[in-house]
């Protein structure tokens, strides 16, 4: 596959599931304790390019941020919670909100200037396309 997970995202995800352990397993049910949560990713490649197609159910598109430094390839955003009215009684909560961050580093080489996103009910599409080979060409030799 032409993607890795980056080391800081492992150990990112190492942490919270030592805290998640923790817990029980349990949410702390305090509301002003950010919950961090990283969306779900299919990464999927052919002989063109490299497509990652990230769930972000009710999300804006000003809420998403993604940048290709190099050969990392970052998404980034935050999901904020709705405001609650009050009286309501919340039986359970189970939807996921605050940052995220997911990075991925691409082991193929990419065409950076053609990468493209779009964003179409609740599903981020990223397309990077492959650097085209470099074809060997004859160099003649000029005589003087």
């Known amino acids: 596959m032409g993607l890795m997970r980056h080391p800081l995202e492992m150990q990112a995800l190492r942490h919270q599931m030592n805290e998640m352990f923790e817990q029980g397993g349990r949410d702390s049910g305090d509301e002003n304790v950010p919950r961090t949560w990283a969306p779900a990713v299919d990464v999927v490649e052919n002989e063109t390019e490299i497509v990652l197609h990230a769930e972000l159910p ?3 598109k000003d809420e998403i941020d993604i940048q290709l430094t190099g050969d990392t390839l970052t998404i980034r955003g935050e999901r904020k919670r709705t405001s609650t009215q009050r009286g309501e009684n919340f039986h359970r909560i189970e939807r996921q909100y605050g ?46």
């Open 58 to 60: 009710g999300m804006k």
């Open 99 to 144: 940052a995220f961050g997911r990075t991925f580093e691409v082991e193929t080489p990419i065409d950076a200037a053609s990468v493209s996103a779009s964003y179409e009910e609740g599903v981020l599409t990223v397309r990077l396309p492959k650097q085209q080979e470099v074809k060997s060409r004859q160099i003649e030799i000029q005589v003087k």
